[in-house]
């Protein structure tokens, strides 16, 4: 078992939740046309950004549908502020946080070398889950999930040298041996690249007016198993990441998880937003005993390899300690 528990104090920024794809899991995406589509402009977004700050958080997630571009009234909508495509827009967010102090973690859905490239320089570190290296059927309708294309996404990110968030999601048909592929993929990357710094173990969780509404969520056996067999799989220098609000975390920690991701003071969890987030204070009482250690998106063996860009330089050295943890 590990010496200690981490996370992440961040803010949530769910840009757009239009999105080509139609995973039948999410409430997260919406049709065009739907009351609730958004597109979220700087106005809007800036006081999310510094009331984080305030409550102090490090890191800002951008999360949004995948390649919105494809939908043609969220086209309209984005010319409209002024861009021509999605990836040139979330680096003027990005940058817009770095002067507000936080850290960008952008997890765009797949995305191709060029516009990787382009986030690079603005990201502490970016993500996407793998899901699965299966073809399940949650996935029909949406092309960004076929595992080879996320895997391609994944390689880039290696190339490029960007401190990455990957993970499988527990649940959505696949079976054991898929997610043992799964977990043996990433782990293959990551001999390749170094650049896996944690591994999401996520728990499907049925949500209503879904295909999948009456689809069980893995039970807490399953998740021990995976939990399990991903600390045998993945190297020792990848964390293994579970979400507190969507499971109690105490057993999977004895069992190997060693990071509580993101957990936000002042905004909600866009993808989960039934479940809330535990405070600082009621982690501490979940991990009951193990030491809680607040770290940056970027974890710190990123630091002193000099994963990051120029631009980020100053804030991770006024936010980071001497072994690359939150400075406190
Ligand atoms: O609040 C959430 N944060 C999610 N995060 C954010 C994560 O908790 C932190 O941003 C990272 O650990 C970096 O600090 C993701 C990040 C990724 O790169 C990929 C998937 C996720 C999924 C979630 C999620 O479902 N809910
Ligand atoms: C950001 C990540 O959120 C996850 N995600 C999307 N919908 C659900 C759900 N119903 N339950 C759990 N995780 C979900 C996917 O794995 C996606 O990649
Ligand atoms: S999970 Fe992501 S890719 Fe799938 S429909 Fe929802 S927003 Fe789109």
Not at 146 to 152: D, E, H, L, V
Request: with cysteine.
């Amino acid at each position: 078992m590990n010496e200690f528990v981490t996370f992440c104090r961040n803010v949530f920024v769910p840009v757009t939740n239009i999105c080509r794809n139609n995973c039948k899991y999410c409430t997260f995406r919406c049709d065009p046309d739907d009351p609730d589509a958004k597109l979220m402009k700087i106005d809007e977004i800036l006081p999310i950004l510094e009331n984080g700050k305030k409550a102090g958080c490090t890191e800002v997630l951008f999360t949004f549908g995948e390649y919105a571009e494809q939908v043609p009234k969220y086209k309209e909508w984005l010319e409209e502020l002024g861009y021509s495509n999605t990836v040139d827009y979330i680096c003027e967010l990005c940058k817009i946080a770095i002067n507000t102090g936080l850290l960008p973690h952008t997890n765009a859905g797949i995305l191709n070398y060029t516009e990787l490239e382009k986030l690079k320089p603005l990201n502490a570190s970016m993500g996407l889950m793998l899901e699965t290296t299966a073809n399940v059927a949650a996935h029909e309708g949406s092309p960004g999930k076929i595992p080879s294309t996320r895997i391609k996404t994944i390689r880039y990110a290696g190339e490029l040298h960007i401190p990455f968030t990957t993970g499988i999601l527990i649940g959505i048909g696949e079976t054991l041996d898929d997610r043992i592929n799964s977990l043996l993929t990433i782990a293959e990357l990551h001999e390749e690249y170094g650049h896996i710094q944690e591994v999401i173990i996520q728990n499907f969780t049925p949500k209503p007016d879904t295909p999948m509404a009456d689809m069980p969520s893995p039970t807490e056996e399953e998740m021990i198993q995976a939990v399990l067999i991903a600390r045998e799989i993945l190297p020792d220098d990848i964390a293994i990441q579970v979400a507190p609000n969507l499971i109690d975390p105490y057993i999977l920690i004895q069992c190997g998880a060693s990071d509580l991701g993101g957990i936000s003071p002042t905004t909600i969890d866009w993808i989960n937003p039934e479940t809330e987030w535990p405070s600082v204070s009621e982690l501490k009482e979940m991990v009951n005993g193990t030491e809680l250690k607040e770290r940056l998106p970027l974890y710190p063996q990123y630091i002193k390899k000099g994963w990051y860009s120029d631009n980020l330089k100053e804030l991770i050295h006024n936010l980071a300690d001497d072994d690359g943890y939150r400075k406190i």
